[in-house]
Each structure stands twice: as C-alpha cells, then as structure tokens.
C-alpha cells in the first residue's frame, strides 16, 4: 500500500465547526470549534472600522400554506410572532376571490388575489407601520397567479412579488416572461 506524503483539512458540513485533518502518516483526527458569538463578530467588525447598518431593517417570509381556511389562522399569527416577520408572502390561498378580497390579519394591511376555481391564490401581509403599494396582480388560470407591490421606508425602495405556478403545470416561457415584467 502507497503511502500519502501529503495532509488535508475538511469541514464536515457548514457551520457544523467539526473539522477532520489527516497527517502524513495516515492518521485521520477530528475536532470541534464552536461559531464566534454575535458579539465577536461585532467587535471583529468594530476593530476593522466596520459598522453594522444603522438603516432601516424589515424581516420578510414566504410560505406556501396549502390553504387558509379559519382554523389555520391562528397558526399564520403564531408564524409571524414567532419569527417577527414584518412582511409575509404566502402563495396556495384555496380562497375564492370573494374571500381573498375580505381575507384580514390584526395589526397588518393585506393584499389578496384568490380564484374561483381549485387550489391557487396569493397573497401579501404587511404590517400597519409599512407603506404597502400595489403595483400588479395577474391571475391567468393554469400559467401564473402573482402579486406585485413596492414599499418605501426613508429613501429604500424595494419591490416584492408572491406568485404561484399551479402544480402539476410546465412553466412555460411565457409564464416566465410575464412575471419578469413586473
């Protein structure tokens, strides 16, 4: 059997902090390093004259619900709590567009598009404080459900969309190409 004259070191996966080294002679040794604190890497930053952003910061999550009937709206709130989440897209309403149009949550401005029709919808939550600007919908049955909006907090401008695929549907190029114009 050939011997390595050579030596290597591995992360096991990242942010695992285990470590595998191998010396010349084959022997294989593993360690453990834990992650810098938040306050390390601050004061790292600090001494390197780098400042965390003092500007405006806004949590936003995405979720496929599979359905927002009543009895699931409890658990969006604990979601949003849970997480501090100041903007939630949320795709798979399974609301009709009545519905979607009366959809509400406490404490946030909501934007809804639903379907008459199986499964699909969209929507987007923000919180009261946000200013929230539709800026497009598009509802084309079996291709694409999106919404669009911009909000701007000082002079940050930023622009979401939520959308929807149906399942099951080949995105087509098309498809792709409305939703790139908004």
Do not use: W
């Not at 022997?27 to 003092?54: H, K, Q």
């Not at 084309?140 to 940050?156: A, C, F, M, R, Y």
């Amino acid at each position: 059997m050939a011997s390595c004259a050579c030596s290597f070191t591995a992360t096991s996966r990242p942010g695992s902090g285990q470590r595998y080294s191998s010396s010349p002679n084959g022997i294989v040794t593993s360690t453990r390093e834990r992650a810098p604190s938040r306050l390390e890497i601050l004061s790292s930053l600090l001494r390197e004259g780098i400042e965390p952003n003092p500007g405006p910061q806004i949590r936003v999550g995405q979720v496929n619900f599979a359905g927002l009937p009543p009895q699931k709206r409890p658990a969006l709130l604990r979601l949003i709590a849970t997480h501090n989440i100041d903007i939630l897209l949320l795709q798979e309403l399974h609301l009709s567009g009545r519905e979607a149009s009366a959809l509400t949550l406490p404490g946030f401005n909501t934007l809804a598009l639903g379907r008459d029709f199986q499964g699909g919808g969209v929507a987007i939550f923000a919180k009261d404080a946000i200013p929230i600007r539709l800026l497009s919908t598009t509802l084309k049955p079996g291709v694409l459900e999106q919404l669009t909006v911009q909000i701007s907090i000082g002079d940050q401008t930023l622009r979401l969309t939520t959308g929807y695929f149906p399942r099951g549907q080949n995105i087509c190029e098309s498809a792709l190409e409305e939703l790139d114009k908004h």
